[in-house]
């Protein structure tokens, strides 16, 4: 079982400034497939990122992704007020699929 | 537009069993494999298994082996999925997710609330 930790558990910061989160796998990903979950209060998680870089539709250039193997990162590039929320990794190249714990995305 | 529809939230004691189901509308039912992912406050999300809607097919995570059972209805555009065996560990909330091209979830139910409680 691939396991999954993001880091840092909790991002404080203001709107405007760049989010920077990271997600490492315990054995390489196969084939690039990560995919990057947001999550509000009470809500279903939301697909944002597939295959480690690809945006999903509707979601807005600013949230970006990158890397391979072991290492992956999302970046949202300018915080805007709905972007404060949980963020998943979750990788789908082997079973079981298996998410990271999350990264809460604070208002500093 | 794609809509996953599941079942009310379930209060059970331990050692019972629950029956979630899922009903999927806005797309060609037999097009897409289902699964069902489970978010508690401690393992935060988990991947319990998948189901291809056209065949009947299951393939669920070893941790579930001998207590989850998924099933379709294809006359209803429907998924259940069923967890024997209760215990407290098992309140979560369970969502059913439709993957695109490849096992990443593109849409969601708005989740089951299970309650496992003596």
């Known amino acids: 079982e691939i396991g999954l930790t993001q880091s840092p558990g909790t991002l404080s910061l203001s709107p405007g400034e760049r989010a920077t989160l990271s997600c490492r796998a315990s054995?390489?990903?196969?084939?690039?497939?990560l995919a990057w979950y947001q999550q509000k209060p009470g809500q279903a998680p939301r697909l944002l990122i597939y295959?480690?870089?690809s945006r999903a539709t509707g979601i807005p250039d600013r949230f970006s992704g990158s890397g391979s193997g072991t290492d992956f990162t999302l970046t949202i590039s300018r915080l805007e007020p709905e972007d404060f929320a949980v963020y998943y990794c979750?990788?789908?190249?082997?079973?079981?699929?298996?998410f990271g714990q999350g990264t809460k995305v604070e208002i500093k | 537009q794609v809509q996953l529809v599941q079942s009310g939230a379930e209060v059970k004691k331990p050692g019972a069993s629950v029956k979630v189901s899922c009903k999927a509308s806005?797309?060609?039912?037999?097009?897409?494999?289902l699964h069902w992912v489970r978010q508690t406050p401690g393992q935060g999300l988990e991947w319990m298994g998948i189901?291809?809607?056209?065949?009947?097919?299951?393939s669920h995570a070893q941790k579930f082996q001998g207590r989850v059972t998924m099933t379709r209805d294809t006359s209803t555009s429907t998924v259940y999925m069923e967890l024997s065996s209760l215990r407290s560990e098992d309140t979560a909330v369970y969502y059913c997710?439709?993957?695109?091209?490849?096992?990443?979830?593109?849409?969601w139910g708005q989740g089951t609330l299970v309650t496992v409680s003596s």
């Open positions: 189901i291809n809607p056209s065949g009947g097919s299951t």
């Open positions: 806005g797309y060609t039912f037999t097009s897409y494999y």
């Open positions: 997710a439709r993957e695109g091209s490849s096992s990443w979830f593109v849409n």
């Open positions: 979750q990788q789908y190249g082997s079973s079981p699929l298996t």
């Open positions: 295959g480690a870089s």
């Open positions: 054995q390489s990903v196969t084939s690039s497939y």
